[in-house]
């Protein structure tokens, strides 16, 4: 809104002076899977998937990066 307000878009900024509320992190525990539970995701894939998903799995991506 700053640099909108500095073009001359806006005439003044109406985000100025607004504090955005504190929201407390949540801990959330990371939910890994099993070699077991691995193992029959895998299954289920079709071959197109499998090396590059091992390939995640084994070089320690985050599991929400995996999409898993």
Not at 34 to 57: C, D, P, Q, W
Request: a negative charge.
């Amino acid at each position: 809104m700053n640099t909108a307000k500095m073009l001359g878009y806006i005439p003044w900024n109406p985000c100025r002076g607004v504090q955005l509320p504190r929201i407390e992190k949540a801990e959330d525990e990371a939910i890994l899977l099993t070699h077991a539970e691995f193992s029959l995701i895998v299954e289920g894939m079709g071959e197109r998937f499998k090396a590059f998903t091992n390939f995640l799995m084994m070089t320690g991506t985050a599991s929400e990066k995996q999409g898993l």
